[in-house]
């Protein structure tokens, strides 16, 4: 499912709901599930939160997000030019997030997350540093881990008692590492301008500083 059909979707939901009188949460706790993160990203996830409030109209909570090669079995990654399958794949979130509601259906928040994520690739090309040279390789280790903040505006509706959905569009930053290791079959490659990627990343040149989530709610009594 691509992003553009989250949204969609996201549309219809909020069309059907523009005349209704339904509120959002109202000082009840509630609990998430998130329809974004496991279709999008080289890291599918998926993702659950709860909710509960600390004060008129403030709530805190954390979403955990969980992938794997069971759950996630097509998780790909780009290595040069192709998108290749990750194995033995894993990732791992936690999301804590502080939420004012600004109206009973609208909010900012503030979320930092820490995500780390694992997998054995196959047969691809690798920049080496400090030597600068490209070289094959037969499978090796990727390991990533990102951190970030966000901010966000959210928009929360009810579709039935205690059911509801959360849409969230924010803008922040990330920090990101990677470390390739385990290399074997590795030599010089004969054709470097499929190259893949380095053997070390910052992530400088990945930031996606813009994030939006899609989500269903329900409440607790």
Same mark, same amino acid.
């Given at each position: 499912?691509?992003?553009?059909?989250?949204?969609?979707?996201?549309?219809?939901?909020?069309?059907?709901?523009?005349?209704?009188?339904?509120?959002?949460? /109202?000082?009840?706790?509630?609990?998430?599930?998130? #329809?974004? $993160?496991? @279709? %999008?990203?080289?890291?599918? &996830?998926? =993702?659950? +939160?709860?909710?509960?409030?600390?004060?008129? /109209?403030?709530?805190?909570?954390?979403?955990?997000? #969980?992938? $794997?090669? @069971? %759950?996630?079995?097509?998780? &790909?990654? =780009?290595? +040069?030019?192709?998108?290749?399958?990750?194995? /033995?794949?894993?990732?791992?979130?936690?999301?804590?997030?502080?939420?004012?509601? %600004?109206?009973?259906?609208?909010?900012?928040?503030?979320?930092?997350?820490?995500?780390?994520?694992?997998?054995?690739?196959?047969?691809?090309?690798?920049?080496?540093?400090?030597?600068?040279?490209?070289?094959?390789?037969?499978?090796?280790?990727?390991?990533?881990?990102?951190?970030?903040?966000?901010?966000?505006?959210?928009?929360?509706?009810?579709?039935?008692?205690?059911?509801?959905?959360?849409?969230?569009?924010?803008?922040?930053?990330?920090?990101?590492?990677?470390?390739?290791?385990?290399?074997?079959?590795?030599?010089?490659?004969?054709?470097?301008?499929?190259?893949?990627?380095?053997?070390?990343?910052?992530?400088?040149?990945?930031?996606?500083?813009?994030?939006?989530?899609?989500?269903?709610?329900?409440?607790?009594?």
């Amino acid at each position: 499912m691509k992003p553009n059909h989250l949204i969609l979707i996201f549309l219809i939901l909020l069309g059907s709901k523009l005349m209704a009188q339904s509120e959002g949460p /109202n000082q009840q706790s509630y609990v998430t599930m998130n #329809f974004v $993160s496991p @279709f %999008v990203g080289i890291a599918p &996830r998926w =993702k659950a +939160g709860v909710y509960t409030p600390i004060a008129k /109209n403030l709530f805190v909570g954390t979403e955990l997000g #969980f992938g $794997s090669t @069971f %759950v996630s079995p097509e998780a &790909r990654v =780009k290595v +040069g030019r192709r998108y290749r399958v990750q194995h /033995n794949y894993r990732s791992f979130e936690l999301g804590p997030e502080l939420i004012y509601m %600004v109206h009973p259906k609208h909010f900012i928040s503030a979320k930092y997350s820490h995500l780390t994520h694992s997998s054995k690739l196959r047969d691809g090309t690798i920049l080496m540093q400090p030597d600068e040279l490209y070289y094959d390789f037969t499978s090796l280790d990727y390991d990533r881990t990102v951190t970030s903040f966000h901010m966000f505006y959210g928009y929360m509706d009810t579709v039935s008692k205690r059911l509801g959905f959360i849409f969230k569009i924010g803008w922040g930053g990330r920090n990101k590492t990677v470390e390739l290791t385990n290399i074997t079959g590795r030599t010089l490659s004969a054709n470097p301008r499929a190259s893949g990627f380095a053997s070390t990343n910052d992530g400088s040149g990945e930031s996606y500083p813009i994030a939006f989530d899609l989500r269903i709610y329900y409440l607790f009594k």
